[in-house]
């Protein structure tokens, strides 16, 4: 797998979408301040309410410049760039805004040189020691090396006079020409230092040369703003050499910095890619945007929460993204929480009374403002303003959604639904754009490409969007000891899937205890027609844990899908005492369905039709369309079974194969000896 790299960010513009540079080009800053309110004098265009899908009270304490940071749940409800926001004052009239950045590390700051250099060679480490001459804060470091492929973990210490010296960063890593990848900056919170020390672990590779170290500094204004976020594992997906990692960042539109990696391990390297889900010519695909090696070395005693991080300087279109760490032949990192940097988004306007203003969002046709603020972004920062608070995010009532297609509710054939074995109820909250998540219940009793799936109203079928291994959902699973006596050697486990057919795509083990090598399957065991018993192995792995390395968990893919409820873990323990099992947790992948639907008439969820033709709609035309529309979230009903063609599953057989084998050749012969009856009297003839 080989993403492309992602383009350089453009600069950051702190105007509204469409915004421009008004008539008040100079001026004090009170001069801009009057201007502002004149502006907001000036807007008498009436904003139709009903076309935003969200709304949101802003609470404003006093009239003023008001300047607060919006909410996760509120970028999550705009469009990119916010070209949908649309503030309303008590009134009801609209208010001119400006969305502000504060200052945020520059992937490519201003570069200068430092003063003086001296490099030593010690024992181990490579020290180079600089003298800054810079008054202005530093915020990196970038290093001139020598050529050839290295990489080092350095340890950067700072000091006000050269003689006393304070830890500023540790394990940070340095590598040129390393997997295709080169990082020469040392990124450290901006500070003002007249000296600076850099040591380079040179324990485990030779000592490379440096020709020179310059300073990255930071222009004036405040030292640069960041938020950690913490980011939720929807889904984790082990395949041949690479971790495959659902996450959620909060909300779409976050100015991402970059992606903090805990772990408890020491020493990794692993080359990352950052992407999200897009529709690009009628099919689902990953979307790269970021590229970066996530790299930890930190030498026993160090700071166990020192993390891996991984650059990103992107905005993220989308609420779920996928990182990927590709292991290599090394086993996946055990994980223990994952942060996102991310700059706060500011609102800023002039309120001209107090009260609680309205905060409009979520309207896919309606153009970028074009607010004469542009002039005034640089003066409103030195302006001391009011904060403000936001409540909660809710759905307008009186929301009218516009069609995305002519017919937006239009219907495709009717269905004949008797040769269906299962149906689910769908509730819906209003009428417009639908997305519905398919349960463990639909994925395992549906057809395993999702063709036999259906959405019918009234006898007709209500097109949708199938979007295929959208996210990864778990389950645990309760572990039940049934060793077998005739295989003392072997601890064998009993697992019961929620369902039978269940997609399990990957199992992950835990165990207390600390140290271990063993050879673990996972087994499913079903008899023929014939009552032969039969054993396949859906997945295996080695699995070892040492009293230097980290307890992680382990993770078994599954090669194939399960056909029964019933599976076997079989751990294999030669002459050692067996594992106690603490964890045993299920993976597997969940798909959506994107649609059209009314409130009424009632849409209901067909599913579980072997001999179903995939069906092919029309909606794909418009998919753009739908798929950038504001999704409601559907709620699926309980499974109802209808009845239909019911496949006879493996295990179905264990009791009456023997029989119905000789059955089938009890009449089989007697066939045969009718048969050779009729012909011996002829041939006597």
């Known amino acids: ?64 410049l008001v300047k607060a940071s919006l909410p996760p749940e509120t970028l999550n409800a705009l469009r990119p760039g916010a070209a949908d926001l649309r503030l309303l004052d008590p009134s009801g009239a609209e208010v001119a805004w400006i969305l502000q950045r504060p200052q945020t590390p520059d ?46 973990a350095a340890r950067v210490d700072g000091s ?12 940070l890593p340095l590598y040129q020409n390393y997997q295709g990848e080169s990082r020469l900056q040392l990124p450290l919170p901006p500070a003002v230092w007249g000296w600076l020390r850099i040591t380079l672990d040179d324990a485990r590779t030779a000592p490379v040369p440096i020709s ?102 992107r905005n993220l ?46 309207n896919q046709d309606c153009p970028a403002p074009s607010y004469d603020l542009g002039a005034f972004s640089d003066r409103l920062r030195s302006v001391r303003p009011q904060g403000a608070s ?21 219907l495709a054939g009717p269905l004949d639904v008797s040769g269906w074995q299962y149906r689910q109820s769908l509730s819906m909250a209003q009428a417009g754009p639908q997305v519905l998540e398919l349960g463990l219940e639909v994925m395992s009793h549906a ?17 949708y969007l199938l979007e295929p291994h959208a996210t990864l959902r778990s389950v645990r699973i309760q572990p039940s000891a049934a060793d077998d006596p005739a295989r003392p050697t072997v601890s064998r486990w009993s697992l019961t899937l929620p369902l039978a057919g269940a997609p399990v795509t990957a199992l992950q083990l835990d165990s207390a205890t600390p140290l271990f090598d063993r050879s673990v399957e996972v087994v499913e065991v079903w008899a023929d027609p014939r009552g032969n018993t039969r054993r396949r192995v859906l997945g295996s792995i080695r699995w070892t844990r040492t009293p230097d390395g980290s307890p992680r968990p382990a993770s078994i893919p599954l090669h194939h899908r399960p056909e029964s409820a019933s599976l076997w873990l079989e751990i294999r323990n030669g002459d050692n005492a067996p594992l106690s099992l603490t964890d045993v947790t299920a993976w597997y992948p969940v798909a959506r369905l994107h649609f059209l639907g009314p409130v009424t008439p009632p849409t209901e969820l067909y599913y579980g039709h072997p001999d179903a033709t995939a069906p092919v709609y029309d909606l794909e035309l418009v998919a753009a369309g739908l798929l950038n529309a504001a999704s409601l979230p559907v709620t699926p009903g309980g499974e109802i079974r209808t009845g239909g063609r019911t496949p006879i599953p493996r295990g179905a057989w264990a009791g009456r194969g023997m029989w119905l084998f000789w059955i089938a050749l009890s009449v089989v012969v007697a066939g045969l000896l009718f048969v050779l009856r009729r012909l011996l009297p002829a041939a006597a003839a």
Do not use: C
């Open 160 to 171: 006000a006079d050269g003689r006393s010296w304070r830890s500023i960063a540790t394990g």
């Open 212 to 313: 020179a170290v310059s300073l990255q500094v930071v222009g004036s204004g405040p030292p640069p703003v960041l938020e950690t976020n913490a980011v939720p594992v929807l889904g984790r997906e082990e395949g041949a050499g690479e971790t495959r990692l659902r996450l959620d960042v909060g909300s779409a539109n976050r100015d991402a910095v970059a992606l903090e990696l805990f772990s408890p391990e020491g020493y990794f390297t692993r080359r990352a890619s950052l992407g999200v889900r897009e529709w690009h010519r009628g099919e689902w695909r990953d979307q790269w945007i970021a590229r970066d090696l996530v790299y930890r070395a930190t030498p026993p005693g160090s700071d166990p929460e020192v993390p891996a991080r991984f650059e990103i300087h």
């Open 107 to 152: 992937p490519d700051p201003p570069i200068r040189a430092a003063k003086s250099l001296q490099v030593a060679l010690q024992p181990q480490a490579t020290v180079m020691t600089l003298e800054t001459g810079s008054d202005q804060p530093v915020s990196g470091l970038q290093v001139a090396a020598g050529a050839g492929s290295f990489i080092k």
């Open 1 to 64: 797998m080989n993403p492309p790299r992602p383009l350089r960010p453009a600069a950051r513009d702190t105007r509204p979408g469409g915004a421009h540079g008004g008539p008040w080009g100079g001026g004090s800053g009170m001069g801009g301040l009057l201007g502002l309110t004149l502006l907001w004098d000036s807007l008498t265009a009436a904003v139709h309410v009903p076309d935003w899908q969200h709304v949101q009270p802003v609470h404003v304490a006093g009239a003023g």
């Open 390 to 410: 936001f409540g909660a995010l809710a759905t307008n009532g009186a929301f009218q959604p516009k069609s995305v297609v002519p017919d937006p509710f239009a």
């Open 447 to 463: 057809r395993p490409d999702l063709g036999d799936v259906r959405l019918m109203s009234g006898g007709r079928q209500r097109p």
């Open 317 to 362: 279109p989308s609420r779920e993204v996928l990182w990927i760490l590709e292991n290599g032949d090394s086993p996946p990192l055990h994980i223990s929480r994952i942060t996102l940097l991310t700059v706060p988004v500011e609102l800023v306007f002039w309120a001209r009374e107090p009260g609680v203003h309205q905060l409009l969002a979520g």
